[in-house]
């Protein structure tokens, strides 16, 4: 049996309609001690004890700001995230958030919702709407930061509705570059994009290069009276510099995902609770991908859409069994691998070996399964964070 902590209420993903989807040799524990594997949503957990037995934290979602993955590669325990399941949900609300927040909608609403009691609401409702007056986004220079699965579909769905697209990535994926229409203008600078710009919209990890990325500076290279829109996390903007704009008049508007203490007391400010994933279907995707990543690493050794560790995917074990070793990406690690299983019973059949970064990660079939002395003198090689053996049967 493996068993699985659980953060937040995924849980209600996982057994929607009354159906255990972890499977089969898999149950809930409420004991990190007892957990093989961790699934959570946005509950915080970089500073959770992991014990002994996590091997993998699987995040349901894409932001990883809340995992300490740099502790957890060192300790052998693989992070995923689930990039992409939840990017449609997100570029709906934010291109619903700058079609609604161009007009006067919001007010609009607001004086009817006061005026509730008016017998003559009919009459005074067309009176007043002169207020409430927009303006068009059509034709209008928009900012897209950061072009991965959220903004590239963000960035071609404001396309599509005639908006004059520019976006910003200096990391783009060759995956989502042949998503991105190719009316989308790419630039080479945050300048470049938040010049005379009416919108800017921030899709970015947070991390520290995107930290306060949006500040003073930006601000005052857009147009005044601009949006400025972030959905991504709340401290890719500098706050006070975004609260000095509203309150002068420089920035018109400013949406976001985010209520903390400064963003809900800023004036021409429109915050959801960090609602941008929150589908039936966003969540059911995310939860679904996060639930087989992990059964997949705990299962076969395979690593997809890790964010401390390279993807490796043999499938698979065909043969007697499977050697996987999490280790420091420094020399001569596949030769001491190798060396040490070359003076044991077994023969290596096929393998691969990963870097990214300061991680790496060999998976290796034998012809039988190696015995436990050699497991041990692999265990102790240096730099080798983790190793385990998978044959068809569990194995720790
Ligand atoms: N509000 C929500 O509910 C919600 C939902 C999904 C994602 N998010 C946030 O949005 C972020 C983006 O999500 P995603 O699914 O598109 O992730 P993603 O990894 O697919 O895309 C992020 C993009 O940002 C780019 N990038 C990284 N550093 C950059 C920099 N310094 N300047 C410009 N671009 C940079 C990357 O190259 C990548 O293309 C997540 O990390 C998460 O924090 C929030
Ligand atoms: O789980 C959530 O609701 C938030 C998810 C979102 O912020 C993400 O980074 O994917």
Same mark, same amino acid.
């Given at each position: 049996?493996?068993?699985? &902590?659980? #953060?937040?209420?995924?849980?209600?993903?996982?057994?929607?309609? !009354? /159906?255990?989807? %972890? @499977?089969?040799?898999y149950e809930k524990?409420?004991?990190?001690?007892?957990?093989?594997?961790?699934?959570?949503?946005?509950?915080?957990?970089?500073?959770?004890?992991?014990?002994?037995?996590?091997?993998?934290?699987?995040?349901?979602?894409?932001?990883y700001n809340n995992?300490?993955?740099?502790?957890?590669?060192?300790?052998?325990?693989?992070?995923?995230?689930?990039?992409g399941g939840n990017?449609?949900?997100?570029?709906?609300?934010?291109?619903?958030?700058?079609?609604?927040?161009?007009?006067?909608?919001?007010?609009?609403?607001?004086?009817?919702?006061?005026?509730?009691?008016?017998?003559?609401?009919?009459?005074?409702?067309?009176?007043?709407? &002169?207020? #409430?007056?927009?303006?068009?986004?059509?034709?209008?220079?928009? !900012? /897209?930061?950061? %072009? @991965?699965?959220?903004?590239?579909?963000?960035?071609?769905?404001?396309?599509?509705?005639?908006?004059?697209?520019?976006?910003?990535?200096?990391?783009?994926?060759?995956?989502?570059?042949?998503?991105?229409?190719?009316?989308?203008?790419?630039?080479?600078?945050?300048?470049?994009?938040?010049?005379?710009?009416?919108?800017?919209?921030?899709?970015?990890?947070?991390?520290?290069?995107?930290?306060?990325?949006?500040?003073?500076?930006?601000?005052?290279?857009?147009?005044?009276?601009?949006?400025?829109?972030?959905?991504?996390?709340?401290?890719?903007?500098?706050?006070?510099?975004?609260?000095?704009?509203?309150?002068?008049?420089?920035?018109?508007?400013?949406?976001?995902?985010?209520?903390?203490?400064?963003?809900?007391?800023?004036?021409?400010?429109?915050?959801?609770?960090?609602?941008?994933?929150?589908?039936?279907?966003?969540?059911?995707?995310?939860?679904?991908?996060?639930?087989?990543?992990?059964?997949?690493?705990?299962?076969?050794?395979?690593?997809?859409?890790?964010?401390?560790?390279?993807?490796?995917?043999?499938?698979?074990?065909?043969?007697?069994?499977?050697?996987?070793?999490?280790?420091?990406?420094?020399?001569?690690?596949?030769?001491?691998?190798?060396?040490?299983?070359?003076?044991?019973?077994?023969?290596?059949?096929?393998?691969?070996?990963?870097?990214?970064?300061?991680?790496?990660?060999?998976?290796?079939?034998?012809?039988?399964?190696?015995?436990?002395?050699?497991?041990?003198?692999?265990?102790?090689?240096?730099?080798?964070?983790?190793?385990?053996?998978?044959?068809?049967?569990?194995?720790?």
């Amino acid at each position: 049996m493996r068993y699985v &902590k659980i #953060f937040d209420n995924i849980a209600k993903q996982i057994t929607r309609d !009354g /159906v255990a989807k %972890l @499977g089969e040799g898999y149950e809930k524990t409420d004991d990190v001690n007892q957990a093989d594997a961790i699934l959570v949503r946005a509950s915080d957990i970089r500073d959770l004890d992991f014990g002994p037995n996590v091997r993998c934290v699987s995040r349901s979602g894409a932001g990883y700001n809340n995992i300490p993955i740099e502790r957890c590669a060192k300790q052998g325990i693989v992070v995923f995230n689930t990039p992409g399941g939840n990017s449609n949900a997100v570029k709906e609300l934010v291109v619903g958030m700058i079609l609604v927040n161009s007009r006067g909608t919001l007010d609009g609403m607001r004086w009817v919702q006061s005026n509730a009691d008016d017998p003559q609401i009919v009459k005074d409702a067309e009176k007043n709407k &002169k207020a #409430f007056v927009g303006r068009e986004a059509i034709g209008r220079k928009v !900012g /897209v930061v950061g %072009l @991965g699965a959220v903004g590239s579909k963000v960035a071609n769905a404001l396309e599509a509705l005639g908006l004059d697209v520019y976006g910003y990535d200096p990391y783009l994926s060759v995956e989502h570059a042949w998503q991105l229409n190719r009316n989308v203008k790419r630039v080479d600078s945050m300048a470049e994009l938040c010049r005379n710009a009416d919108y800017v919209t921030l899709h970015v990890p947070s991390k520290d290069d995107t930290r306060h990325m949006m500040g003073a500076e930006m601000i005052s290279l857009m147009r005044d009276g601009a949006m400025l829109i972030n959905y991504a996390r709340a401290d890719i903007v500098d706050e006070p510099a975004v609260d000095a704009a509203l309150r002068s008049g420089k920035l018109g508007r400013f949406v976001c995902d985010f209520a903390t203490p400064l963003t809900t007391k800023m004036p021409n400010t429109l915050i959801t609770p960090h609602m941008g994933a929150c589908t039936a279907e966003a969540e059911a995707n995310c939860a679904t991908m996060a639930v087989s990543q992990m059964k997949d690493y705990l299962e076969q050794g395979t690593i997809r859409n890790s964010v401390n560790y390279p993807d490796c995917d043999m499938g698979p074990c065909h043969t007697g069994g499977r050697i996987a070793a999490l280790h420091a990406n420094v020399p001569n690690m596949i030769g001491q691998i190798s060396g040490a299983l070359a003076q044991s019973n077994a023969n290596i059949q096929r393998m691969s070996n990963e870097a990214q970064d300061g991680s790496a990660y060999t998976l290796i079939d034998t012809d039988q399964p190696v015995d436990a002395a050699t497991m041990e003198k692999l265990r102790a090689i240096p730099g080798v964070y983790r190793i385990r053996q998978i044959v068809p049967a569990i194995t720790r």
